[in-house]
Every structure is written in C-alpha cells, then in structure tokens.
C-alpha cells in the first residue's frame, strides 16, 4: 500500500468518523435502533449538536430516522447496512484502545 499519496475515499472517511461525537453515535447505534433522548442521554451530547451530527450521518447514508405517528410522535434512528459495516471496525477501534489507551477523566471528555 503506498502511503505517499492519501486516497481521497480514504480522506472523506476519515473527515466524517473524525467528527466529534460521530463515532459514539455509531457505536451505540450498534446495539439496535434508539430514541433521540436515549442517545442524548448515554452519549452526554447537546441535543442541537446530536441533531446535526444525525442530519450528517443520514445524508451519508448511515443512518435512517423512522417516524411513528403515535401520541406522542416518536422518533427512531437505526443504523442502514451501509452504517452498520462499520461494526467490525468500531470493534477493532475497542480492541486497541482496551489495550492502548488509558482511561480519561469523564469531566476532561465533555
């Protein structure tokens, strides 16, 4: 593989993963399909910004938003099968930051 020259698929996946947040949200989206509060609430996330960061991933193709016409309307997001390749990815990022990196401080994450 010739690391010289950055392949431009590779430049744009990078850029979205690198996204502050837009990694955790995949991760838990891993588990199944999930409520806009539920992510707010386990991610640590502001509502406004895990809001855009969904817009991005469902214009990418990764993520979808299901509207159930309830009372109250609830809102799902799931992960297309195109979000959910990235699983055996997400798993090895686990795998070397278990062996890697150490645990921070929750207050120096947010």
Same mark, same amino acid.
């Given at each position: 593989?010739?690391?010289?020259?950055?392949?431009?698929?590779?430049?744009?996946?990078?850029? *979205? =993963? +690198?996204? %502050?947040?837009?990694? $955790?949200?995949?991760?838990? /989206?891993?588990?199944?399909?999930?409520?806009?509060?539920?992510?707010?609430?386990?991610?640590?996330?502001?509502?406004? *910004? =895990? +809001?855009? %960061?969904?817009?991005? $991933?469902?214009?990418?193709? /990764?993520?979808?938003?299901?509207?159930?016409?309830?009372?109250?309307?609830?809102?799902?997001?799931?992960?297309?099968?195109?979000?959910?390749?990235?699983?055996?990815?997400?798993?090895?990022?686990?795998?070397?930051?278990?062996?890697?990196?150490?645990?921070?401080?929750?207050?120096?994450?947010?």
């Amino acid at each position: 593989m010739d690391t010289t020259v950055i392949c431009p698929r590779f430049e744009s996946a990078i850029s *979205l =993963l +690198s996204q %502050r947040w837009t990694g $955790l949200i995949i991760y838990q /989206l891993l588990s199944g399909p999930q409520r806009f509060s539920h992510l707010t609430e386990v991610i640590g996330i502001s509502g406004r *910004l =895990l +809001s855009e %960061r969904l817009k991005n $991933l469902e214009a990418q193709g /990764l993520v979808t938003r299901t509207v159930y016409p309830e009372t109250p309307v609830r809102i799902e997001y799931e992960l297309t099968e195109k979000g959910f390749s990235l699983k055996p990815v997400m798993d090895e990022i686990q795998n070397w930051s278990q062996t890697w990196v150490e645990p921070a401080e929750t207050s120096e994450i947010k």
